[in-house]
């Protein structure tokens, strides 16, 4: 797999190690003056293999520059020929799915299987924006008012910046910004997640291999004081942003401040109510993979469950004996089960909060710290499941992100206490019933506040087609990712009313107030 990254032009090739990495302009791959670099680690060993730029001021603002400066020719492109693009970028990512894969494994931890799936959901959405001469299709009616027609089209707006989160390096810079960005006619500034630029690096290159012009997608690494630039800059129309709740609020009061379009996916901490009749050994395999996988490190894991009474102590028990089976391994090691999380503080960030949990007085039923795993792993960042039981209302292991392999177990009498205790929370990404009763699902639906929802499936993420729609303090905006939210809120739309006179027909002078476009005033014969 090494042999596949030996000529991409993202890093200084220089036989060194760890690689200097570059920064993206017009197609450029360019060399930072900045100073300040930070280590991107390999998590599976612990070992430094790159070093991301703290881009100065001024190669942000060339990222903008660049963006705006391809964005007219890019959006006079007739839809059908930016969909060729995308198609060609499909048929790339097919062909270098493995390579990508490896490269996310071992950038960021996510196992095989999990790494591959996080470049499908790129193609996923990349797929979806193949159709943009339909997506972006308006309406119209004729003869709305006598003699007068309105057309609504939606149109590209200019220079968007992407803020991607480290935990889907390729997903969601690739897969929930860029593609519907770049569809529907605009130009976009991707600041990729200096623990985990390469992936999105790569795949920008696989873009301008496919056809993409040079500027239309730009890649920066930054610190946040220059990444300050991309909420305030008056050439930026908007920001898609992808990380936790106080950062994602900053910047949707900041950018929303400053004139431009903001969707801020944030925070979660998603609930499951495990009820009596549910199929146990179904649900204990689901809710292992759904706390388990990508090591918890994402906004749709399912970190807590509400267990009624009855089943409690047996779904604990089951819990714990699949938990134990988990193999713990390098990520792109294919037998792995679960990898490592992303780097050394965030391993400390996790740890502290299973510690947290046992002085709030949870039971430490699984404890997953120190886990073992191969010789060759000793140094990587490795955490395995773990269980904290009996968790009670206003303990802050069961209400705030850990962001880790760790599931909380509140226990619950019935339906009605356990779905008040999911709706009490400030986040409302996901929630999940399991359950074989079509009574409680269909009412569950309907009353939870999250805005994806599973019945018997722990992890509810929509394909591509459909927006994922967080609410509460887990999104900030308008408009969500995919879907047809997506196309919403990468075009404006613009309205166009108009009318034609007969040659020669005698034209009254008199215009009314309304000049045709209002179709209830009464005539001369109503008033009769």
């Known amino acids: 797999m090494e042999s596949a990254l030996k000529n991409v032009k993202y890093r200084v090739d220089n036989g060194q190690n760890p690689y200097r990495l570059k920064y993206c302009v017009s197609g450029e791959w360019l060399e930072s003056t900045t100073t300040k670099y930070m280590d991107c680690y390999n998590p599976s060993t612990g070992q430094v293999i790159a070093r991301a730029p703290q881009c100065t001021v001024d190669e942000v603002e060339s990222a903008i520059a660049a963006a705006k400066a391809a964005f007219p020719a890019w959006a006079n492109t007739p839809p059908n020929k930016r969909a060729q693009v995308l198609f060609h970028m499909k048929a790339l990512l097919d062909q270098h799915l493995e390579e990508l894969t490896y490269l996310l ?22 797929e979806y924006a193949c159709g943009i001469p339909h997506l972006m299709k308006g309406e ?49 500034v991707l600041k990729a997640a200096s623990f985990v630029p390469q992936s999105a690096m790569r795949i920008l290159e696989l873009w301008h291999e496919a056809g993409l012009p040079k500027g239309v997608i730009n890649i920066v690494t930054a610190g946040r004081n220059e990444a300050e630039i991309l909420l305030r800059h008056p050439d930026i129309v908007g ?18 401040a400053n004139g431009k379009r903001v969707q801020a996916l944030t925070e979660a901490k998603n609930h499951a109510l495990v009820l009596r009749d549910c199929k146990l050994d179904r649900t204990a395999n689901g809710i292992i993979n759904a706390f388990c996988g ?24 089951e819990l714990k004996n699949l938990a134990k089976q988990r193999r713990i391994g390098a990520a792109y090691d294919k037998s792995t ?12 960030f996790v740890t502290d909060w299973i510690e947290k949990g046992v002085q709030e007085g949870a039971e430490l039923a699984l404890d997953g710290r120190n886990p073992s795993v191969p010789p060759e792993c000793k140094e990587g960042f490795f955490i395995g499941p773990t269980i904290l039981d009996h968790v009670k209302p206003g303990m802050t292991c069961g209400d705030q992100e850990i962001f880790g392999p760790v599931l909380c177990v509140k226990r619950v009498k019935d339906y009605e206490e356990g779905l008040a205790i999911m709706n009490a929370s400030e986040f409302a990404n996901g929630s999940v019933i399991y359950t074989q009763n079509g009574y409680y699902a269909r009412d569950f639906a309907y009353r939870t506040h999250a805005g994806m929802v599973g019945i018997n499936v722990g992890i509810p993420v929509p394909v591509g087609i459909f927006g994922f729609t967080g609410h509460k303090n887990s999104f900030f905006g308008d408009l969500h990712v995919m879907g047809k939210d997506g196309i919403r809120f990468y075009t404006e739309i613009k309205n166009v009313t108009s009318t034609w006179f007969k040659e020669g027909a005698v034209i009254s002078k008199k215009v009314d107030t309304w000049d045709g476009t209002i179709t209830s005033l009464p005539s001369d014969d109503d008033k009769k």
């Not at 089960?337 to 400390?348: D, I, S, T």
């Open 337 to 348: 089960e679960l990898g490592p999380v992303v780097n050394a503080g965030h391993l400390r």
């Open 105 to 126: 494994c071992k950038e960021e931890g996510k196992s095989w299987t999990e790494s591959m799936g996080d470049i499908l959901k790129v193609n996923e959405v990349v």
């Open 140 to 188: 119209s009616v004729m003869n709305i008012s006598s003699g007068y027609d309105t057309v609504l089209y939606h149109h590209p707006m200019g220079v968007f910046a992407g803020i991607p989160p480290w935990n889907f390096p390729a997903m969601i810079p690739h897969g929930w910004m860029a593609p519907l960005c770049v569809a529907t006619g605009n130009t976009m």
């Open 239 to 256: 920001v898609s942003f992808v990380g936790s709740t106080k950062v994602g609020r900053h910047i949707y009061a900041t950018a929303a």
């Open 294 to 317: 990508c090591a918890g490190e994402r906004c749709m894991a399912l970190p807590v469950i509400c267990a009624e009474e009855a089943i409690a102590d047996e779904l604990v028990a």
